[in-house]
């Protein structure tokens, strides 16, 4: 009979495998603990901080047998920070985790039988690609602090330098911690509690890769925000500066941004480009984090759509239009089916300053329209799906069986509601042909995928 763990034992076990966030998965007999910053194939000493009935957690105490992967991470604040999970990982075994990570969800969620993943689409520069980041500011017995938030938990790491950044958030959050300190402006978060009446929230920087343009929002809890002039002169020494904003939050919630914005300089949106297209980026504007890697991903999923110029593409959570537009290229007509109206309107003057004419814009649920289309005598031959974390509605996978377009392309951000809606697909007559991983996410757990599944004709 095995001896069961408890509490502070310190032990030797040889690691497995590897949890969907990246932590090493060691077995005392057939006991799994999950722990942060080990890797599959070593050995190591840990010690136990939470034994559960089935499974507990643990704490690396020392490496004893290392990965070839292991590398030292380049970032001081890598263990107290939560926003990278794997930087100890060298680029290989980054990517080989997620593409393990994309199959193990289609076989073992979705049930599927398709085991011909494709390796990972990497970057040869695995830094610097974030062109948002929403940094939360406060203050720590009285010094004040910007960075992000340790793991698990709202205490913020203060930080000078984030490596996956783009080097002109580090300057904005350089000027910003010198305006806030030189003149004592109060925060909204004070150690790890709350101050309603503090003034700072967040700030959330949005760089153009493409055109240079930068945006800077600064999240307070009211609009007299004294020293603006200050702020603003500092940050107008930037390269490529181009608007600040006020973004007015008085709610007691974790959500970011609140609903009204002050313009401070400048305008309400920049601009950058994917390919051969260029979007507008308003404070609220939903584009992927990572512009290089984007446009891999949607070069991918046109060529998964197999698209002669003869088509009508159903494109369902189009949100600003991105990928309708990035179809529209080779596409007879596209429909982009979102929910959100802002997002609808953003959409809409993306196609009109691209002068795209191809593609028309609808608001309304995804599963909803596209039976509506259909009652029209309107039938996709090509559906594109680009669902958020939590992945497609039920009732739209049912609808897409209904309406029976040849092909299904699906952009993933999370492999586990990727392997859910490829069962339900499968069960309504889909197969899966390819799957190819996207790394838009360098030195975190976070993966895209592609999938492109075909009717099965009976």
């Known amino acids: 009979m095995e001896k069961m763990m408890k509490k502070n034992d310190e032990l030797v076990l040889e690691f497995v495998d590897q949890g969907h966030q990246g932590e090493g998965i060691g077995k005392s007999g057939h006991y799994p603990l999950f722990v942060d910053y080990a890797l599959p194939g070593e050995k190591a000493l840990v010690k136990v901080l939470k034994a559960n009935k089935n499974y507990g957690f643990g704490k690396l ?10 590398v030292d991470p380049p970032c001081p604040y890598y263990e107290q920070c939560g926003g990278c999970h794997l930087m100890h990982v060298d680029g290989e075994g980054q990517r080989s985790f997620k593409k393990k990570r994309v199959s193990d969800a289609l076989t073992r969620i979705g049930k599927s039988t398709f085991d011909q993943v494709e390796d990972t689409v990497g970057m040869e520069v695995p830094y610097a690609y974030r062109n948002k980041v929403q940094i939360p500011l406060g203050r720590v017995q009285g010094k004040f602090v910007a960075g992000f938030y340790a793991k698990r ?28 300190e030189k003149f004592q402006l109060s925060t909204y978060q004070e150690d790890q509690g709350v101050n309603p009446k503090g003034l700072l929230r967040h700030v959330m920087v949005r760089k153009g890769f493409h055109t240079g343009d930068l945006m800077v929002v600064l999240v307070v809890t009211n609009k007299d925000v004294p020293h603006l002039e200050e702020l603003l002169q500092e940050l107008k020494g930037l390269e490529g500066f181009q608007s600040l904003l006020l973004n007015i939050n008085k709610e007691e919630t974790n959500v970011v941004l609140g609903k009204e914005n002050m313009i401070i300089y400048g305008k309400e949106a920049i ?15 939903f584009f992927q984090v990572n512009p290089k890697q984007t446009e891999v991903m949607y070069e991918k999923a046109m060529a998964y759509a197999g698209l002669t110029g003869e088509e009508t593409v159903f494109d369902c959570y189009s949100g600003a239009g991105t990928i309708s537009l990035f179809l529209s290229q080779k596409a007879k007509k596209v429909y982009g089916i979102e929910v959100v109206k802002e997002a609808v309107a953003d959409a809409k003057e993306n196609a ?41 509605d039920p009732i739209l996978l049912e609808a897409i069986g209904e309406i029976k377009p040849k092909r299904l392309v699906y952009v993933s951000c999370d492999p586990g509601s990727l ?40």
């Open 352 to 392: 009109k300053i691209n002068e795209v004419e191809n593609v028309e814009f609808l608001l309304g649920k995804s599963e909803e329209v596209i039976l509506e289309l259909m009652n029209q005598g309107i039938y996709a031959d090509v559906v594109v799906v680009d669902p958020p974390r939590k992945g497609c």
């Open 153 to 180: 938990s709202h205490r913020i790491i203060d930080i000078e330098k984030c490596m996956v950044q783009h080097p002109q958030g580090d300057a904005v959050l350089g000027i910003l911690r010198l305006w806030a």
């Open 61 to 70: 105490l020392e490496v004893l047998e290392k990965s070839p992967h292991r």
């Open 419 to 458: 392997g859910r809606d490829v069962g339900i697909m499968e069960s309504l007559g889909y197969q899966v042909e390819k799957v190819t991983p996207v790394d838009n996410f360098p030195q975190s757990f976070h993966v895209e995928t592609v999938v492109l599944m075909s009717r099965v004709e009976k």
């Open 271 to 285: 601009h950058d480009t994917i390919g051969p297209f260029t979007f507008k980026i308003s404070p609220y504007s």
